[in-house]
């Protein structure tokens, strides 16, 4: 065999469940307008086996159903909406590829936003637990330490007693030198 017919083979093979979903003449209505119709009503309604194609694109046997039910429907002449509403009410919102907006659905599609938000809050709160609360570094220093403060500044001690200080308030340093917790180099 050649490439080219094996690609053809391939080709056919993988066409196959599509061209079946509809592809039986005794499964399409008579008049190609409602025959439409009824095929764009049914790439709106989901394959409840598969889950992940619409009724004209599934092989089940549910789909096939599915797709009889509606082509009845149409041919019954009722429009797309009752179409769909027939459906709907018997098979639930899981039947449409596109559900309908409700209290429900709302709900799923805020489920990632409101996730993100409460992972960036808990991060926060954790940093915030690890680091103390943002400008705790620059609290001012109580009476005890002005006054050991002094004592050191007042002894000549420079910028020595400024390394003092900060190696007596560990936690001042680390915001000052940055996240790391390194101060200057001695």
Known sequence: MTVRALALLAALAAAGPALGAVGDPALQLPDPAREERARGIGRELRCLVCQNQSIEDSD???????????????????????????????????????????????????????????????????????HGPVGAASAALTEAERARLGQLV??????????????????????????SGSGPAA
Request: proline share 3%; no cysteine.
């Open 60 to 130: 089940a046997d549910l789909a096939r159903d599915l797709r009889r039910i509606v082509r009845e429907q149409v041919s019954a002449g009722r429009s797309d909406a009752e179409v769909k509403d027939f459906v709907h009410q018997r098979y639930g919102d899981f039947v449409l590829l596109r559900p309908r907006f409700t209290a429900a659905t709302a709900l799923l599609w805020a489920t990632p936003t409101v996730a993100l938000l409460a992972g960036a809050l808990l991060f926060r709160a954790g940093r915030r637990a690890r």
């Open 154 to 179: 007042g002894g000549g001690g420079g910028s020595g007693a400024m390394a003092l200080a900060e190696a007596e308030r560990p936690e001042r340093a680390r915001f000052e030198h940055g996240a």
